[in-house]
């Protein structure tokens, strides 16, 4: 198979070997799929450290094997909980919405009470 044509998508060195290689080597390969990612990766990367912090606020809240307790919303605000980020919401047959970061959640209480829980079997 001729490969002259064929150059690196990343560094444009000719290719040798496989019909369908792309990248000399995996530096090139990991340098251009960075490239290609990196303007969406600082947003992804801050929304996800936002959700593991509100993830490891509702965890703290669980003290020990407990799986729920009851919490108020400043204290949660004081920890630097963010409301708005959640990975998914969960409404009861009473109709009551709990909002989830992974495993944990809450659901909102009269007054500022949060009534705190984890999922015992996580699922999607």
Not at 23 to 47: G, H, P, Q
Not at 104 to 120: A, C, M, Q, T
Request: glycine share 6%.
């Amino acid at each position: 198979m001729d490969s002259i044509d064929k150059k690196c998508m990343e560094c444009s060195k000719p290719l040798k070997g496989r019909a369908d290689k792309k990248f000399c080597d995996d530096l090139c390969r990991n340098s251009y799929n960075n490239k290609l990612n990196s303007d969406s990766n600082a947003y992804v990367r801050n929304i996800n450290n936002i959700l593991r912090r509100n993830r490891r606020i509702l965890e703290e809240a669980l003290a020990g094997p407990e799986e729920m307790a009851k919490i108020t919303k400043q204290k949660m605000l004081e920890k630097g909980f963010q409301f708005k980020y959640f990975t998914h919401t969960y409404t009861n047959k009473k109709g009551n919405i709990y909002y989830f970061c992974y495993e944990f959640g809450y659901l909102i209480l009269e007054g500022d009470w949060l009534l705190v829980v984890k999922r015992k079997e996580p699922g999607l």
